[in-house]
């Protein structure tokens, strides 16, 4: 299923996850639209033309294009654009405290992501929108014989937005081959907060780095251009685990999670020692820094359960919510 509705003018002077620069609208069924223009070396090695559905094909393609502004007193999804697998429901108000913010559970009728699949997301959060992006389930990249998939993700904060994204666990199945691209815009006075979990594998088959490539580049900046974060990952065990369990990387454990904070609500000191404090005593591997500008703080920690993992990522979001807010993150519900 999908809607096309008029698509809103990019960012001036910011490339989206695709990497181009701001024109005019692209044809979104289009390859240039949703194709990584630019793979990893180790990515691109395996692309190949599958015996399969090819890119391209029906349900091969995902697209979410979503864009949410102030009307009223709350913020509302005014601008949508889906194409199956990936989809969402009507925003929802599930925070008492503040009734005005949207949140939005992005979904994939698939059930998990599968060769030759390309995906792309782009979400757009105008002038003092609050938006809460998550995801239904985990990601699942499943098993593949030809070929790559790949996701790109554009967010963009405009001026006063806060804006979250905080996706359930990835999870590279055994011989699996992803690329993913985020790119986020964030205006000087806008906040995001952007997580991430990285699983080993599907740990319940005893698979862990059984995956043949797993690649993810993160690029945080101001609408100048101005850099505040890039985070690079390739993870190539190619039958040899030690290469991405080593300390630089897994050191040994099942989960990888990084949390991002891009705020000015809040000095970016302030903000470290708030990710600090909340997994002190955890008895997790875990280590924060501030951000260049003093534009914010970031996060990465190591686990075993994934149950610790995921009470890890969620302890941190909501002392950061309370420190920047000054109101408790709601209980979010997903079955």
């Known amino acids: 299923m999908s809607t096309a509705p008029t698509r809103p003018a990019p960012v001036t002077g910011r490339p989206s996850p695709d990497g181009r620069r701001p024109g005019p609208a692209p044809d979104r069924l289009d ?3 949703w194709a ?35 009307r009223g007193d709350r913020t ?25 913010a949207a949140y939005v559970y992005l979904m994939a009728t698939g059930g998990g992501i ?34 790559y998939a790949s996701q790109l993700i554009g967010l963009t904060a405009e001026e006063g937005a806060y804006l979250e994204y905080l996706p359930d666990p990835l999870i590279p199945f055994r011989d699996s081959r992803f690329y993913q691209r985020t790119v986020v815009t964030a205006a000087p006075s806008s906040t995001v907060v952007l997580g991430e979990t990285i699983t080993a594998g599907r740990l319940a088959r005893g698979e862990r780095h059984d995956y043949a490539v797993l690649a993810t580049d993160l690029e945080i900046a101001r609408p100048d ?29 099942d989960h990888l999670g990084t949390l991002f904070v891009v705020s000015d609500l809040r000095p970016a000191a302030e903000i470290a020692d708030t990710l600090h404090r909340a997994l002190d005593g955890s008895g997790l591997h875990y280590g924060v820094s501030t951000l260049p500008e003093e534009s914010g703080a970031w996060l990465r920690f190591l686990e075993d359960s994934p149950v610790r993992a995921a009470t890890a990522l969620e302890t941190a ?17 997903k079955t």
């Open 31 to 33: 390859a240039a639209y």
């Open 36 to 70: 990584a223009p630019h793979l990893p070396t180790e990515v691109a090695a395996w692309a190949a033309r599958p015996d399969t559905l090819p890119p391209g094909s029906p349900a091969k393609v995902g697209i979410l294009d979503l864009a949410f502004a102030v």
């Open 76 to 100: 509302e999804l005014v601008e949508r654009y889906q194409k199956t697998p990936l989809q969402i429901m009507r925003p929802l108000r599930v925070d008492p405290t503040t009734p005005e």
């Open 114 to 147: 599968v060769q030759a699949d390309r995906y792309r997301i782009d979400v757009r959060c105008g002038t003092g929108t609050h938006v809460h992006l998550t995801t239904q389930a985990a990601t699942k990249v499943f098993r593949m014989e030809q070929d």
């Open 225 to 253: 251009g101005t850099l505040l974060a890039i985070d690079a990952l390739r993870l190539t065990p190619g039958g040899n685990r030690d290469a991405v369990t080593g300390p630089a990387v897994f050191a040994g454990h």
């Open 317 to 333: 979001w909501r002392a950061v919510r309370l420190l920047l807010t000054g109101s408790p993150a709601p209980a979010l519900r």
